[in-house]
């Protein structure tokens, strides 16, 4: 795949692939392997919706991950492997090696019974293993649904119901930082409300004591025994679904998001190459975790499918120290690093004598994602990290669109700070004003949407179409909303403003304010509880929740430490609330409605102007809210 190599080309690209989006996928997706082409490049409406790109076409992506490469690459590397500990070796495993590990372990997931079309949940620390694991779901045409290793039980147990899982992946602990955590034990009481699992594969982490519960569990080193490395990929339809990842909306539970395997395939590689400008013998490292979309397109999918060398990280920003990253940088002489504003802002705090003691003169190239980066932390990346020599790409996208969307071209695209800058080809953004009207011209501010298909767009949300298209597709008919505000400037650059909706971002992970709420009314004595984003200096987005006791005269600090626990238990700990005020009622309409808005300006100590209240039940309530905050 030929990459782009200068703005007017870029610009050139751009127009053609608005002119003739057919002609334009047809020369990406035809430097693939297919084992049969494409009948039609793409049919598309956004009522219902249908996409369907490359039409009959037959492929299975991990032959275009691994196979196409062995002839030239067997022995380049393709994964390096970070471990927590920087005293434990690194590993490194080669086109050819994991090659051989996939096809092993999608023996044991077919000796386990696994079949196409079957759901597979992988629930694992940042190890070679997962990414082996999730390579042979989609040599088998088993669907993957990988779940975070920070979320709980019961999150664990929702995803594997809402999507039926029958295998479930996992180990037996992982290492965070300072912290070691018993994963089976998590699995062990989440597994208690999943009927449909007849298999747990346990990988060896930790070495930590684990029960293992006869005929059903086992472990990937004993499995692995017992199969040899040949496996045939699964012919795949271009449109069967390649994986399923659960993330947050406005409402109700988190919705698994369903990719396809042509069209994200075409857009993975796509989208790595020409936003990276990656080269041939380019080390590049994305400190994301696989449990994410950023991890599943930039740590597996996109560098693999290019042939790249790709780092996986199993550790933290901050441990042993706060130099880990740059350390890891100069280890692997990193060239294109891919990171988020909140660990920036992370390590910003720690000043610069942690990154003056490494060689960072290999960095070329430095990514962002997952959250609007606020200027000062753009400036400190760029400086400090870049050494005002290194291209610095603002990416926008998400979970749904499955890739990049809208960033600069490194090397090639001017840079304007907190500006993600222009789409990349083939993507059709357009502002809307709230009546649904196309906002044009430069200058101007709106909500963003997307007017045409891209090849990696979301297809359903598993299980429940209708909810797909009431999310996406409802709000402003014949287009995707994306649920953010944005802002196109003079220059036609856009500028991600954040969520117009009740999703908040916390470190760069979506919440579903809703979802929080849920979670902390599970606490006995709540009542009822809203919950709103506020400014964090390092997170970004905190969460602020006011929440109604039975007994006001029960508020207690010890009270809002069960309340944590609580939702620690329900979702997870990055669910936590910074904050916790408890109150005797909220902000209701007469209709019922909570007025989000006066409870978002109380959490940012804004009470200046708190607009309209008059449509307020109770309008007293604000009052006290106001007062109970001082
Ligand atoms: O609000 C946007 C924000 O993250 C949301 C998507 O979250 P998720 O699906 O978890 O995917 C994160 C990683 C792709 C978006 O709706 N977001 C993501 N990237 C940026 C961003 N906001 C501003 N600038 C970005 N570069």
Redesign the pocket.
């Known amino acids: 795949m030929d990459k782009i190599n200068s703005f007017s080309e870029y610009q050139e690209q751009y127009k053609k692939s608005v002119d003739n989006p057919d002609a334009f996928w047809s020369e990406q997706a035809s430097t693939f392997l297919w084992k049969k082409k494409w009948d039609r490049v793409l049919d598309w409406e956004f009522k219902t919706p249908s996409v369907n790109w490359f039409i009959n076409g037959k492929l299975n992506i991990t032959e275009n991950c691994l196979d196409r490469h062995l002839d030239t690459k067997a022995d380049k590397t393709a994964i390096i492997w970070e471990p927590n500990n920087p005293d434990e070796k690194h590993k490194e495993i080669t086109y050819k090696e994991l090659h051989e590990k996939v096809c092993r372990f999608s023996n044991v997931l077919k000796a386990n019974g696994a079949k196409k079309g079957d759901r597979i949940c992988l629930y694992m620390p940042m190890v070679p293993e997962l990414a082996i694991a999730t390579l042979a779901c989609a040599r088998i045409g088993a669907i993957h649904s990988v779940v975070f290793a920070g979320f709980s039980a019961k999150a664990l147990s929702d995803r594997i119901n809402d999507a039926d899982c029958n295998i479930l992946v996992t180990s037996d602990g992982l290492y965070r930082g300072k912290k070691q955590m018993c994963l089976k034990d998590i699995v062990d009481d989440a597994l208690q409300t999943c009927p449909t699992i007849n298999s747990c594969i346990v990988l060896q982490r930790t070495g930590q004591q684990i029960t293992m519960k006869d005929g059903r569990d086992s472990w990937w080193h004993e499995e692995d025994e017992l199969v040899n490395s040949i496996c045939d990929a699964e012919i795949m339809d271009s449109e069967d679904p390649l994986f399923v990842l659960y993330?947050s909306g406005s409402t109700g539970k988190p919705k698994g998001v369903q990719h396809h395997c042509g069209g994200y395939m075409v857009y993975a590689e796509y989208s790595f190459r020409n936003v990276f400008q990656y080269n041939e013998d380019d080390v590049y490292w994305c400190t994301a975790d696989i449990g994410?979309?950023?991890g599943h397109t930039y740590i597996v999918y996109g560098p693999l499918l290019a042939g790249s060398t790709t780092i996986m990280f199993e550790g933290v920003p901050t441990y042993p120290d706060a130099g880990r990253f740059w350390e890891v940088c100069e280890k692997f002489k990193v060239n294109l690093f891919y990171t988020a504003p909140t660990a920036i802002r992370a390590l910003q705090v720690y000043g610069t004598e942690f990154i003056d003691k490494y060689d960072l003169s290999s960095l070329k190239t430095l990514g962002?994602?997952?959250?609007?980066?606020n200027e000062e932390a753009w400036d400190w990346y760029y400086k400090n990290i870049g050494k005002e020599n290194c291209w610095i790409v603002?990416?926008?996208?998400?979970?749904?669109?499955g890739g990049i969307m809208i960033?600069p071209l490194a090397h090639i695209t001017k840079m304007k700070p907190t500006f993600?800058a222009l789409p990349l080809p083939g993507i059709q953004p357009c502002l809307v004003d709230p009546d649904g009207k196309e906002i044009l011209g430069n200058d101007v501010q709106g909500n963003l949407c997307i007017k045409y298909p891209w090849p990696s767009m979301i297809r359903t949300t598993y299980g429940d179409h209708e909810r797909c298209k009431q999310v996406y597709f409802s709000t402003y008919p014949g287009m995707y909303f994306?649920?953010?505000g944005c802002r196109r400037d003079e220059d036609g650059f856009y500028r991600?403003t954040?969520?117009v909706d009740d999703?908040i971002?916390v470190s760069?992970?979506?919440m579903g304010t809703a979802e929080v709420e849920n979670g902390i009314n599970e606490h006995s004595r709540v009542v009822e509880s809203a919950v709103v984003g506020f400014p964090h200096e390092i997170k970004g987005q905190g969460i602020y929740a006011y929440v109604i006791l039975e007994d006001i005269n029960a508020a207690s600090d010890n009270l809002r430490k069960e309340i944590l626990s609580t939702i620690t238990k329900e979702i997870g700990p990055i669910a936590k609330p910074d904050k916790i005020q408890f109150v005797s009622g909220l902000p209701k309409t007469r209709s019922g409605k909570i007025m989000r808005r006066i409870l978002r300006k109380v959490a940012e100590g804004d009470t200046s102007s708190l607009g309209d209240t008059s449509t307020l039940l109770d309008p007293s309530i604000v009052a006290e809210i106001i007062e109970g905050k001082v």
């Open positions: 993330t994410w979309i950023t962002s994602v997952g959250e609007p980066i603002d990416t926008w996208w998400q979970t749904e669109t960033s993600a994306t649920g953010d991600i954040g969520r999703v971002n760069g992970h979506r």
